[in-house]
């Protein structure tokens, strides 16, 4: 459990009112392969071109120190206002006295534009479908520690909502040590709201088919958890320290789980197994889903450098515990060549009579769960031929309680014509007595399929 105690009001920072700030767009294009001549104590804006793009970026340099503080905007408020729209928007440009180093905050050029609109804009950094941005950022930065004698590996990114998913889609394709503080960012993409997929899109020149396309062939351009993932895997020096408000209705559900399931954390905050995420908790009723309010600012920034700052310590992973197991007997043990399995039973039981559907295993009716305790796969001794008595499940055992119609290939009464070579004997899903009629032509126990998804009933089933 990691929870983060706020500052007392005496020990708060002052800091910015603002937390974001639209400047004017230099008049002079810098080029990257070129010097950016960055004055020392001072808070510059410079318009850099990177390449495909031209990216606006403040750099604070009021607080020296050893290592680079680079901010990410969150989405941009929507209005008419031609000329604000078309100006750079900086992330805590102003706020070294909370960071207590130099400050690059870029602004996203797909922004910048005037959309004649109400609706808020969102980039997340992601360049065009055609062109993508992140290298470019990455280059940027790189190009920033060299002048003014940063250490490459001395980086940390930070951002809140959409400025912390793309401080996360960023800093985890960078090749050198990063530090990523990302409050309460929106980590699925499967999540996000219609409308910011709607504002992404739309920034990035493309349609939703586009959109779609990208997540699936390149899904590390717009999703934060596979971003960290590939990139730990890939072997970047990655760390992320994940600040999430309890109070935060679209997060705390939609997104946050995503975090803790992916890279093993407690749900009440923890360090990940691997060493290289954490996720702390806040409780701010009146923040709900916004900034970190600012008693929880410094409490964070100290967390997060204390934590990038230390070797990486990986640990066990974490005993999950299990709520429900199946029951040994109605799993049943291995036999004729299958396999019988506990599992979990994560759903809540319910209460009816349901259907379940299978070969060999029959259609079960009784009351059992969907979702059965275990699953039994059996393959049964061989193809029985003839047509006789036959089509009905014997008697299985299984997860329902009932009297179950069964469908099965193997001893039972049934329909059939004359005697018939029925398959061995195996254990499948479903306790009932089978209704058939003659004694099929049957083809072994086969691969049950048992009680399958059975709609409510008491115990649990889960066929196979």
């Not at 803790?260 to 923040?287: C, H, K, M, Y």
Request: proline share 7%; aromatic share 4%; net charge positive.
């Amino acid at each position: 459990m990691l929870r983060l105690t706020p500052d007392s009001p005496e020990n708060i920072p002052r800091l910015p009112e603002g937390n974001t700030e639209i400047t004017r767009e230099p008049a002079d294009v810098l080029d990257i392969a070129g010097p950016l001549s960055i004055p020392d104590k001072a808070i510059t804006v410079l318009r850099v071109r990177t390449g495909h793009f031209t990216i606006n970026a403040s750099i604070n340099t009021l607080c020296k120190a050893d290592r680079l503080v680079v901010t990410f905007m969150g989405s941009r408020g929507g209005g008419r206002d031609s000329v604000a729209s078309l100006r750079p928007m900086f992330a805590r440009r102003q706020w070294d006295v909370l960071y207590r180093a130099p400050i690059l905050a870029i602004s996203d050029p797909q922004t910048q534009v005037d959309w004649d609109t109400t609706v808020p804009r969102e980039g997340l950094y992601m360049g065009t479908f055609e062109h993508d941005l992140v290298p470019e950022i990455l280059a940027l930065v790189n190009k920033v520690c060299d002048e003014i004698g940063v250490d490459r590996n001395r980086v940390v990114m930070a951002g809140a909502l959409s400025g912390g998913t793309s401080a996360l889609l960023v800093g985890s394709r960078r090749r050198e040590a990063t530090g990523v503080v990302a409050t309460c960012p929106y980590l699925r993409p499967d999540k996000y709201r219609e409308q910011m997929v709607a504002t992404v899109t739309r920034a990035m020149g493309g349609t939703a088919e586009d959109w779609q396309r990208m997540s699936d062939d390149q899904p590390w351009r717009n999703n934060p958890l596979t971003a960290m993932r590939d990139g730990i895997n890939e072997g970047n020096d990655l760390r992320v320290v994940v600040a999430q408000n309890v109070r935060d209705p679209i997060t705390i559900n939609r997104h946050f789980p995503g975090l803790w399931r992916r890279f093993d954390i407690d749900p009440e905050g923890g360090v990940s197994a691997n060493g290289r995420v954490t996720a702390a908790l806040f409780d701010a009723p009146g923040a709900g889903h916004g900034l970190e309010p600012p008693e929880f600012s410094r409490p964070l920034i100290e967390l997060a450098y204390a934590f990038f700052d230390k070797p990486v310590e990986a640990a066990p992973r974490r005993k999950k515990e299990k709520k429900f197991r199946a029951e040994d007997a109605d799993a049943g043990p291995e036999q004729d060549g299958g396999r019988a399995e506990s599992g979990l039973l994560p759903e809540a039981v319910a209460k009816g009579q349901g259907k379940g559907q299978g070969k060999n295993g029959g259609k079960v009716q009784g009351q059992g769960q969907a979702k059965g305790q275990g699953q039994v796969k059996k393959q049964g001794q061989g193809p029985g031929q003839g047509k006789g008595q036959g089509q009905a499940k014997g008697q299985g055992q299984g997860l329902g309680k009932g009297d179950g119609k069964g469908l099965g290939k193997g001893d039972g009464k049934g329909p059939g014509k004359g005697e018939g070579k029925a398959p061995g004997q195996g254990k499948f899903q479903g306790k009932g007595e089978g209704q058939g009629k003659g004694q099929g032509k049957g083809p072994g126990l086969g691969k049950p399929k048992g009680l399958g998804a059975a709609p409510p009933g008491e115990g649990e089933s889960a066929g196979v």
